[in-house]
């Protein structure tokens, strides 16, 4: 096990508990000393004691070990609230709504923080048929390459994974979608907003600056 639960952790959430040494320690079949001993770094709970610590603050023995609460909420089913985490040993994807401890590989993933598309990174949105192509103008070298593209709507997320030496290109049912994600392993995550009377054309618009002003035309429009 690469991380394990520390004294520091153990106080922090006995005291938002409002629990004394001897409370805990009452719960635990240990003595209040012990419990001193492991708060002031002078020693470990067994493994055995994880779970049992673990219920007696209401967490999981996953947010014990790391050190973050987690706390629940009702999220709506809005995939536009969306995280990712990506593994910088496999790769490997995970996808969430909400707050969550993710690990992969004993590494702790944090949630990527998205940046709106540049020019090192364009994206080009097509409508054929009842679809979206989406092509992303970026080399797919072994060293250098978008990993995956993700359609988002309100209510369901649509994920294609790419691989290195392929193409930078994905087909999406149109279904809402409002956002598209994508992740280049160099420089992160990247997104665009689907725009409606510009995207949904039968028409992709390679142009820069004619997108942006098109982009300000449909915002009058369909505000």
């Known amino acids: ?5 520390t004294g ?16 805990l320690a009452e719960v635990l079949g240990v003595s209040d ?36 609460q987690i706390h629940n909420e009702n999220v709506s089913a809005n995939m536009m609230r969306s995280k990712f985490c990506i593994c910088p040993v496999c ?11 993710i690990q992969c590989h004993g590494v ?18 097509e409508r054929v048929e009842d679809e979206y192509f989406v092509r992303i103008d970026h080399e797919m070298t072994k060293a250098h390459y978008i990993s995956f593209v993700a359609a988002a709507s309100a209510d369901r997320m649509q994920m294609v994974k790419l691989y290195p030496e392929g193409e930078a290109q994905a087909r999406f049912k149109i279904s809402g979608v409002r956002r598209i994600f994508f992740y280049c392993n160099r420089d992160g995550l990247y997104y665009i907003d689907v725009k409606k009377g510009i995207d949904d054309k039968d028409k992709s618009y390679d142009d820069t600056e004619e997108r942006r002003a098109l982009e300000e035309t449909a915002k009058k429009l369909f505000g």
């Open 33 to 68: 000393k012990t419990i001193s001993k492991w708060e002031t770094g002078k020693g470990y709970p067994d493994i055995t004691l994880l779970e049992p610590i673990a219920e007696a603050f209401g967490v999981s023995v996953t947010e014990l070990i790391s050190g973050i």
């Open 91 to 101: 790769g490997n994807v995970i996808h969430s709504m909400g707050e969550a401890v």
């Open 1 to 5: 096990m690469n991380q394990y639960v």
């Open 108 to 125: 702790q993933l944090l949630p990527e923080t998205p940046e709106m598309t540049d020019e090192d990174h364009m994206i080009f949105i």
């Open 8 to 23: 520091a952790v153990i106080k922090n959430l006995r005291e938002k508990s409002k629990m004394t040494q001897s409370q």
